[in-house]
Nanobody, 115 residues
Framework: VQLVQSGGGLVQRGGSLKLSCAAS????????MNWFRQAPDKERELVTA????????NYADSVKGRFTISRDNLKNTVYLQMNSLKPEDTAVYYC?????????WGQGTQVTVSS
């Protein structure tokens, strides 16, 4: 299993960023995907998840209405569109897949939101 992330960077408050995660090594179209984040001195937290078909999603309360997860099963890629970014969204963001009994992570992408 390999998860390769792209996107991220530095943005001002209220700005937008889009993260991508290209997956390989498993049947992507049959596998739910997740995005986590970890801010400095905080535990890693689940931000959002999407079902294998993309018809079901859920979000942490802190990002509802601002972030959107999506996927393209032809490209084996999951996306995270982040709008109306706030300084408290600053963190390293990780793509994640759980394939029992293992869990796999992308390499992490820094997102920094300046005030």
């Amino acid at each position: 299993v390999q998860l390769v992330q792209s996107g991220g960077g530095l943005v001002q408050r209220g700005g937008s960023l889009k993260l991508s995660c290209a997956a390989s090594g498993f049947t992507f179209s049959r596998t739910p995907m997740n995005w986590f984040r970890q801010a400095p001195d905080k535990e890693r937290e689940l931000v959002t998840a999407i079902s294998s078909s993309g018809d079901m999603t859920n979000y942490a309360d802190s990002v509802k209405g601002r972030f959107t997860i999506s996927r393209d099963n032809l490209k084996n890629t999951v996306y995270l569109q982040m709008n109306s970014l706030k300084p408290e969204d600053t963190a390293v963001y990780y793509c994640n897949v759980r394939r029992y009994p293992e869990t796999f992570w992308g390499q992490g992408t820094q997102v920094t939101v300046s005030s």
